[in-house]
């Protein structure tokens, strides 16, 4: 009977490990505006637990970041000619991991007036282009949760 229960939770387990959902298609946008790299790098690992979950082709996500959020694409070789930036956790882990969630078609969308108030160039920020700058991180991020986007802040 002993060997009988210790099988049927085996078996239990297997299932609830292996339970997928039908999530459906979902639009989604994450906000990031602080400089903890632990936090940053959650927030990563959310987004890919979430494109795990629904799947890439149900997925559309957004990253909005502003303020010390930019931290996130700062090269930490650009640190100190950005005095206004404590932080730079573009590591070469992170940056796999951006580039990780950009094949999935994660994108990611930068503060035109975080550029201009901490005086940040795009060439100090990784895998960053003027196709990604939005004028207002705040404004966008209203923008996009009026057009339907799921607000998160992991």
Not at 73 to 78: F, W
């Amino acid at each position: 009977m002993k060997l009988l229960t210790t099988l049927l939770m085996a078996v239990a387990v297997l299932f609830a490990t292996n339970v997928q959902a039908d999530y459906g298609k979902q639009k989604v946008v994450y906000h990031i505006n602080y400089d903890n790299p632990k936090a940053q790098a959650g927030a990563l690992r959310n987004i890919q637990n979430h494109i795990n979950a629904v799947g890439a082709e149900n997925l559309d996500a957004k990253v909005v970041m502003h303020g010390n959020g930019l931290s996130l694409l700062l090269e930490p070789d650009e640190l100190a000619s950005v005095p206004k930036m404590k932080h730079a956790n573009a590591t070469p882990e992170i940056q796999a991991k951006i580039a990780g969630l950009k094949d999935q078609n994660v994108s990611f969308s930068i503060c035109a007036n975080t550029l201009k108030g901490k005086k940040i160039s795009l060439d100090q920020l990784y895998d960053a282009d003027e196709s990604a700058i939005v004028p207002s991180g705040v404004a966008e991020l209203a923008h996009l949760q009026a057009q339907g986007y799921t607000y998160i802040k992991p």
